[in-house]
């Protein structure tokens, strides 16, 4: 299943678009739209680090990192912090103060902004509205033809959705937990050519009320997670251990996430979260690009990632990643997304959590382990530019990167192996995420001014901030503003390399940090010797 050229055509086609580098560079490499203005419809250390990566792929294109420009949303409250991304941005445009639907996930004004900025395309990273299919599909309705840089609205109802993505999962015969949607596996194509599924297997899948959500968890046995499906980022999502408990917990996760439909899956114990790294383009091709390990968790919020998986043995994380590729096809996926599962170290057992149709935040990790800078991959796909013509990716493969040859993605013919090779891994990463929160008083998040950040890089150790010197923090701002990333030939040797980096950081400011919490967890034997797990 692949993308109509209705859905994946932008108005600033090859054909009508002005003479410049860019446009040359589309049409030598098959693509089929130019985008030279992008509007970011995000703010902090998601806009940071696309604009970053964007441009560090335009200066080794094209000798020039402003080949492409930015455009940003900017609220009064990022302009009186002095946000880093609107000082690192082409332009800004002031948009609504107050909480993120009046500003980054609002998608009629997202539209409006993208109009009248003159955009070709829209990035909207994580968080806000990027999971919304609103958006790529009131994009495509635009009178502009605006791109989204994302997968196909369709996709993400089929995938993005946590419901709908076990039951298709389910009809991919991939394995699931226990679920309130145990054994339903009915999609359909419609009109359109896509995969979905109908509303009655949706409807059978759901729990309506807290009687109906018990009765399930009954059927299920307890310890269960009582799931919002429109939730994230740790609301609408509960533990429940015993029965006693499970009205109040159903009642919050409602409330949390007012309107969202809400499933009910058993709790897996001694367990890993693992993930696959998936990169799609317009023409039915999608590949893995290795795995994360994101098991070290706090209120199911991520705070150390890695990459690439080394608690799995090699050939069951092969058969997760085969799967991940499978849902992706099965769904028309386009862009970078994340299929996530559950894994079992003690019966090397692994199950179907999610597919996230966005970029997430550690996808850095990735990155270092594979050499694809994958916001510039998914600014080349939405460009219509096929996989096999992105020179990281041919490189990966053992391929010329300046070669228009046509790539095995999956092995099928047994000559592959002599003209290219199998993609692996190289080295290790370990991330953790720096928030302004405070670990002694129950992480709460705190905002306010920073005086000074003092992080030295080294060649094993890397990050990214979201504030500067003289800037700050605001009351709605994400409480994460920082990403350290260290990179060693083994996991021990990045680890090490982490620790140092992080006792040496200085920050001043009105909030507290992290820094010296994650300093602690990584030095747990647990951590050292790879024997955590999300419980």
Not at 55 to 84: C, H, S
Not at 338 to 364: G, S
Not at 371 to 392: D, F, K, T, W
Not at 420 to 431: E, F, L, M
Request: contains cysteine; negative net charge.
């Amino acid at each position: 299943m692949t993308c109509s050229d209705s859905e994946s055509v932008g108005g600033n086609t090859v054909d009508i678009a002005t003479n410049h580098t860019v446009r040359d560079f589309v049409k030598d490499n098959g693509g089929h739209t130019v985008i030279t203005r992008v509007l970011i419809a995000n703010n902090g250390i998601a806009a940071v680090k696309e604009i970053r990566s964007v441009r560090q792929w335009a200066y080794a294109t094209f000798g020039d990192e402003r080949a492409i420009e930015f455009v940003a949303m900017a609220t009064p409250e990022d302009l009186k912090v002095n946000a880093e991304y609107i000082r690192m941005a082409d332009q800004y445009v002031e948009v609504p103060s107050g909480t993120n639907n009046n500003n980054y996930a609002n998608v009629e004004l997202i539209v409006d902004v993208a109009e009248r900025t003159g955009a070709h395309a829209v990035w909207a990273g994580w968080g806000h509205a990027s999971e919304n299919p609103l958006l790529p599909e009131s994009l495509r309705a635009s009178k502009s033809k605006v791109v989204f840089i994302g997968p196909p609205g369709s996709a993400m109802r089929s995938l993005g959705d946590k419901i709908s993505s076990t039951i298709v999962a389910q009809h991919a015969e991939v394995p699931t937990m226990p679920w309130s949607g145990d054994g339903i596996t009915d999609t359909r194509v419609n009109e359109a050519g896509h995969l979905e599924v109908p509303d009655d297997a949706y409807h059978a899948a759901t729990t309506h009320n807290m009687d109906e959500g018990l009765k399930q968890a009954l059927r299920i046995g307890f310890p269960v997670m009582i799931k919002a499906s429109e939730g994230g980022g740790g609301k609408g999502i509960r533990m429940v251990s015993k029965e006693t408990d499970f009205a109040s917990a159903f009642y919050q996760c409602q409330a949390e996430v007012p309107g969202s439909p809400i499933f009910i899956m058993k709790l897996a114990g001694e367990s890993r979260h693992l993930e696959v790294q998936v990169l799609a383009d317009q023409y039915g091709n999608a590949i893995s690009l290795f795995g994360r390990d994101c098991s070290v968790q706090r209120r199911h919020q991520k705070i150390i990632e890695e990459a690439p998986v080394t608690i799995a043995p090699p050939e069951t994380f092969e058969q997760m990643e085969k799967a991940a590729v499978r849902l992706a096809q099965l769904v028309g996926y386009v862009s970078a997304g994340t299929v996530e599962y559950l894994y079992t170290p003690a019966d090397d057992k692994f199950y179907f959590l999610e597919l996230n149709p966005r970029l997430q935040v550690e996808h850095p990790t990735t990155e270092m382990v594979s050499g694809v800078n994958l916001p510039a991959a998914q600014l080349l796909v939405s460009m219509g530019i096929p996989l096999h013509r992105i020179r990281e990716i041919r490189h990966l493969y053992g391929l010329d990167p300046n070669g228009t040859s046509p790539i095995d993605f999956g092995f099928a013919s047994p000559q592959s192996n002599e003209v290219q090779r199998k993609p692996r891994a190289k080295g290790h990463v370990i991330a953790v995420r720096i928030t302004a929160e405070n670990p002694e008083a129950g992480f709460k998040p705190s905002s306010g001014m920073m005086q000074s950040l003092n992080f030295r890089s080294s060649t094993n150790v890397w990050g990214y901030f979201s504030v500067s010197a003289n800037g700050g923090l605001h009351e709605y701002a994400d409480s994460q503003f920082g990403h350290i990333f260290a990179y060693g030939s083994s996991r021990e040797q990045a680890r090490q390399s982490m620790v140092v980096a992080l006792k040496e950081i200085s920050i001043r400011g009105d909030f507290r940090t992290t820094v010296e919490y994650l300093v602690r967890l990584l030095e747990m034997p647990d951590f050292r010797s790879n024997a955590f797990t999300t419980a």
